[in-house]
Nanobody
Framework: QVQLVESGGGLVQPGGSLRLSCAASGSIFRFYDMGWYRQAPGKERELVAVINSAGSTNYEDSVKGRFTISRDNAKNTVYLQMNSLKPEDTAVYYC?????????WGQGTQVTVSS
């Protein structure tokens, strides 16, 4: 069982920045494929960014050039640096870990972009 704990959400003005963190349990974090997803009110959960165990990344089109996903295997942590935030980025952001047949989720952290 993998436990994921997100942090770093909050209220930010349009154009601002936030960095989300997701701390994972376990001794084999470096083998996990990690991702950030988000779910806005009334919408389905969508993929934002992923980073695999080799460090390759992929982004949803609307966040390309604004968001950066990274990982620190020594700290068992994955990050999502979010710049130039827009009101449409408002959502609950969830961390996901995939390894083998396992698929694990954090509890989510709220990001609100509003003036």
């Amino acid at each position: 069982q993998v436990q994921l704990v997100e942090s770093g959400g909050g209220l930010v003005q349009p154009g601002g920045s936030l960095r989300l963190s997701c701390a994972a349990s376990g001794s084999i974090f470096r083998f996990y494929d990690m991702g950030w997803y988000r779910q806005a009110p009334g919408k389905e959960r969508e993929l934002v960014a992923v980073i695999n165990s080799a460090g390759s990344t992929n982004y949803e089109d609307s966040v390309k050039g604004r968001f950066t996903i990274s990982r620190d295997n020594a700290k068992n942590t994955v990050y999502l640096q979010m710049n130039s935030l827009k009101p449409e980025d408002t959502a609950v952001y969830y961390c996901n870990a995939g390894y083998g047949l396992g698929d694990y989720w954090g509890q989510g952290t709220q990001v609100t972009v509003s003036s």
